[in-house]
C-alpha cells in the first residue's frame, strides 16, 4: 500500500479551475497507477480519471473529458488534477487512489489505497 494526501480543493465559480494535488508516501510509487474519484452528497463514489505508471497512458470519464486532466511526476510522487471549465454538478469531495494492476474501466472496488479526500464546491 501506499499512503495519499489530497489537496487543492475549494469553492470555485461556476467556469473557473482548481487543479487539485495528491502527495504520496513510499519509494514505490511509481509501481502504482493512480486514479481520481469523487463522491457527491447522497451518491456513489465514481471514477474521473486515471493514469498509469509511467504517465504514458490516460482516461476519463465522459462527464469530465475534455475538462479534466490526470498528470503524475514520479520524481516527486505526486499526482494531479487539472479542472478546467467547472460546472456544479462537478461538486464533490475529490479522493486520490492507487493500485497495482492496470484496470479499464476502474472502479472504486479496484483500488487499493485511498486518501481522505478534498472537498472541491463550484457555485452557480
Known amino acids: 500500500q501506499v499512503q495519499l494526501v489530497e489537496s487543492g480543493g475549494g469553492l470555485v465559480q461556476a467556469g473557473g479551475s482548481l487543479r487539485l494535488s495528491c502527495a504520496a508516501s513510499g519509494r514505490t510509487f511509481s509501481l502504482f497507477i493512480m486514479g481520481w474519484f469523487r463522491q457527491a452528497p447522497g451518491k456513489e463514489r465514481e471514477f474521473v480519471a486515471g493514469i498509469s505508471w509511467n504517465g504514458g497512458s490516460t482516461y476519463y470519464a465522459d462527464s469530465v473529458k475534455g475538462r479534466f486532466t490526470i498528470s503524475r511526476d514520479n520524481a516527486k510522487n505526486m499526482v494531479y488534477l487539472q479542472m478546467n471549465t467547472l460546472k456544479p454538478e462537478d461538486t464533490a469531495v475529490y479522493y486520490c487512489?492507487?493500485?497495482?494492476?492496470?484496470?479499464?474501466?476502474?472502479?472504486?472496488?479496484?483500488?487499493?489505497?485511498w486518501g481522505k479526500g478534498t472537498l472541491v464546491t463550484v457555485s452557480s
Open positions: 487512489a492507487a493500485d497495482r494492476v492496470w484496470a479499464t474501466p476502474m472502479t472504486p472496488d479496484d483500488m487499493d489505497s
